[in-house]
């Protein structure tokens, strides 16, 4: 009998990876390891190996960041290397994340947006998020939101909310006799329904594609979790 002796081979992940591509080389970056070390395998390849695909006519670069969230700065750091080689061009720099000021531009589109004026004829008014508009919208007067309208006053002009095709927002006013409503794709009809306005708060909404109007005391029964999901 043959006895064989096996001994434990030590590897080292690549922090680098490069492939080629229709559209030029893809540079995949570890998102695990430090960003020294990256730095460091970087340079090693662009500087001592895969010189055969990294020399040349001009290539085009995209370097993939995975989760990694670079700054300004090393992201220069990092494309300052792949340039010491003339003909890498760098053509883009992506990771799978969002930055803080992404994150709080997507956070106040979930907020209040609160105007105070009157949308008199011909004017536009809209807003990304739910907007509270504290006046009065006139005949030929326009608002749009990507969310929720509220309009403590009179309105009687053109409302759109939803335009992104949100059908579960709802348009509410003080007074409620618009030329015409809007919520996502559903139109309402115009003119006559609106004359026999009862008075009081009331709000718009779909219901299987229809567009139905209630007092506003019945919004905790049609939109139970309207307050909840917006805070």
Same mark, same amino acid.
């Given at each position: 009998?043959?006895?064989? /002796? @096996?001994?434990? @081979?030590?590897?080292?992940?690549?922090?680098?990876? !490069?492939?080629?591509?229709?559209?030029?080389?893809?540079?995949?970056?570890?998102?695990?390891?430090?960003?020294?070390? #990256?730095?460091?395998?970087? *340079? /090693?390849?662009?500087?001592?190996?895969?010189?055969? !695909? +990294?020399?040349?006519?001009?290539?085009? @670069?995209?370097?993939? =960041?995975?989760? *990694? %969230?670079?700054?300004?700065?090393?992201?220069?750091?990092?494309?300052?290397?792949?340039?010491?080689?003339?003909?890498?061009?760098?053509?883009?720099?992506?990771?799978?994340? !969002?930055?803080? /000021?992404?994150? &709080?531009?997507?956070? &106040?589109?979930?907020?209040?947006?609160?105007?105070? $004026?009157?949308?008199?004829?011909?004017?536009? #008014?809209? %807003?990304?998020?739910? +907007?509270?508009? &504290?006046?009065?919208?006139?005949?030929?007067?326009?608002?749009?939101?990507?969310?929720?309208? %509220?309009? =403590?006053?009179?309105?009687?002009? %053109?409302?759109?909310?939803?335009?992104?095709?949100?059908?579960?927002?709802?348009?509410?006013?003080?007074?409620?006799?618009?030329?015409? +409503?809007?919520?996502?794709?559903?139109?309402?009809?115009?003119?006559?329904?609106?004359?026999? $306005?009862?008075?009081?708060?009331?709000?718009?909404?779909?219901? $299987?594609?229809?567009? #139905?109007?209630?007092?506003? $005391?019945?919004?905790?029964?049609?939109?139970?979790? &309207?307050?909840?999901?917006?805070?």
């Amino acid at each position: 009998m043959v006895s064989v /002796e @096996v001994k434990q @081979v030590t590897t080292v992940k690549s922090k680098v990876t !490069i492939k080629g591509t229709k559209e030029g080389l893809v540079f995949f970056m570890d998102d695990a390891c430090s960003f020294d070390e #990256l730095l460091a395998d970087l *340079r /090693e390849k662009i500087e001592h190996s895969h010189q055969q !695909i +990294l020399s040349g006519p001009l290539i085009r @670069v995209s370097i993939k =960041l995975g989760k *990694r %969230y670079c700054t300004p700065e090393q992201q220069e750091q990092l494309t300052q290397i792949i340039r010491q080689k003339g003909n890498l061009v760098i053509h883009t720099v992506e990771a799978d994340v !969002i930055t803080r /000021e992404e994150a &709080l531009a997507e956070r &106040l589109k979930t907020q209040f947006s609160v105007k105070v $004026n009157t949308v008199r004829s011909g004017q536009v #008014l809209e %807003y990304d998020g739910d +907007l509270l508009l &504290l006046g009065d919208v006139n005949p030929g007067g326009i608002v749009r939101s990507t969310g929720n309208i %509220y309009v =403590l006053g009179h309105l009687r002009g %053109y409302a759109h909310a939803g335009i992104s095709g949100d059908s579960q927002v709802i348009i509410a006013a003080a007074v409620m006799s618009p030329t015409q +409503l809007r919520i996502a794709d559903v139109i309402s009809k115009p003119g006559e329904e609106w004359t026999t $306005n009862s008075g009081g708060t009331e709000f718009a909404y779909l219901e $299987n594609d229809t567009m #139905l109007v209630a007092k506003m $005391n019945y919004l905790p029964r049609i939109r139970p979790e &309207l307050g909840e999901q917006r805070l």
